[in-house]
């Protein structure tokens, strides 16, 4: 079945610093992949959409150049957080959508990213 | 996208069939339904999706009523691994760009007991 690999999983770094998060299909090429954040008991809130070759859409209230998203290939969208802040804390999830299909999206398993 | 109602929470015996609803009563005639499933600390997996026919696969049966209002994920014998949040969401099946983002509500926890 469809795979797609999220690294790393889990990231504590220092207030001030920037990570980067990757996102990857295993074994299918994406031409879209998503971006979501997930605080403690809430459901997943998409952040933005990340298109192979063109600039990322953001949804309202997601700062851009706070959260740098890079989609360079079929196969890998990463997103960098930067000048991470404890706010920043929390569960980043990607998936990604096969494009030769016009199947569900499948998920990575999650990046938990906790900053002090 | 249609709005659906989950209820919050739901027991189930191990072993037993777990019937989870699912209300979409303002979906529109070209709206799938899909069902995906998160388990604490990993990201969702998808279960089973459908239009107006019932749908069976390896993890689940999706049954959807004839107006379409309204569905079932049927889990036929679950285990204690199913213990999980299940997120019903309805949406048009675009092959792509950002169209396709998925819009989840708060689920259902449903947890399997021995």
């Known amino acids: 079945g469809a795979v797609v690999s999220q690294h790393p999983s889990r990231v504590i770094c220092k207030s001030g610093t920037s990570v980067k998060i990757e996102c990857r299909s295993l074994d299918f090429q994406a031409t879209t992949m998503f971006w979501y954040r997930q605080f403690p008991k809430q459901s997943l809130m998409l952040m933005a959409t990340s298109n192979e070759g063109s600039k990322a859409t953001y949804e309202q209230g997601v700062e851009k150049d706070k959260f740098l998203i890079n989609h360079a290939s079929l196969t890998l969208s990463t997103l960098t957080v930067t000048s991470a802040h404890p706010e920043d804390s929390s569960f980043y999830i990607c998936s990604a959508l096969d494009r030769a299909q016009r199947g569900p999206q499948h998920f990575g398993d999650g990046t938990r990213l906790s900053i002090l | 996208d249609a709005k659906t109602t989950q209820p919050p929470s739901m027991d189930c015996a191990e072993g037993r069939a777990a019937n989870l609803p699912c209300n979409h009563s303002t979906i529109s005639g070209n709206e799938y339904v899909y069902w995906y499933r998160q388990i604490h600390s990993q990201g969702p997996q998808y279960i089973i999706h459908?239009?107006?026919n019932n749908e069976t696969n390896e993890m689940a049966s999706l049954i959807i009523t004839e107006d379409r209002k309204s569905s079932t994920l049927i889990l036929p014998h679950a285990t204690l691994r199913d213990t999980a949040v299940y997120y019903c969401?309805?949406?048009?099946?675009?092959?792509?760009?950002?169209?396709?983002?998925?819009?989840f509500g708060k689920g259902t926890l449903l947890t399997v007991n021995p």
């Open positions: 969401i309805v949406r048009v099946p675009d092959s792509g760009g950002s169209n396709y983002k998925l819009t």
């Open positions: 459908g239009l107006k």
